[in-house]
Nanobody, 130 residues
Framework: QVHLVESGGGLVQAGGSLRLSCASS????????MAWFRQAPGKEREFVSA????????VYADSVKGRFTVSRDNAKNTVYLQMNSLKPEDTASYYC???????????????????????WGQGTQVTVSS
């Protein structure tokens, strides 16, 4: 059984930083794309960032580009989201998710669609005060 467990959320002032972690267990971590999504109260869940199975390709939502950095450590079965220059509009529950990748091309971009990810963590809350 696959489990994803997020951690690292919290309350931070605008302009501050947080680092989210997502630890995976129960499947071969290195063959899966990993993504971060977020959902604010009253809003739909939205894509934030993703990293492909090899770690050689990443994508970001325009709203976080240049501020957030996604990375992974396949030896530790963990994906990270470094969030800098946080804004109040970044306030949301952040979820990591995993999707199998059959293409072993190290540079293939990761999946971005919410429906392409089949296993989800329970979420971690990020609150940015103004």
């Amino acid at each position: 059984q696959v489990h994803l467990v997020e951690s690292g959320g919290g309350l931070v002032q605008a302009g501050g930083s947080l680092r989210l972690s997502c630890a995976s267990s129960g499947r071969t971590f290195s063959v899966y794309d990993m993504a971060w999504f977020r959902q604010a109260p009253g809003k739909e869940r939205e894509f934030v960032s993703a990293i492909n199975w090899s770690g050689d390709s990443t994508v970001y939502a325009d709203s976080v580009k240049g501020r957030f950095t996604v990375s992974r450590d396949n030896a530790k079965n963990t994906v990270y989201l470094q969030m800098n220059s946080l804004k109040p509009e970044d306030t949301a529950s952040y979820y990591c998710a995993t999707a199998y990748r059959s293409d072993r091309n190290a540079y293939v971009p990761p999946k971005q669609g919410i429906g392409e990810y089949d296993i989800w963590g329970q979420g971690t809350q990020v609150t940015v005060s103004s």
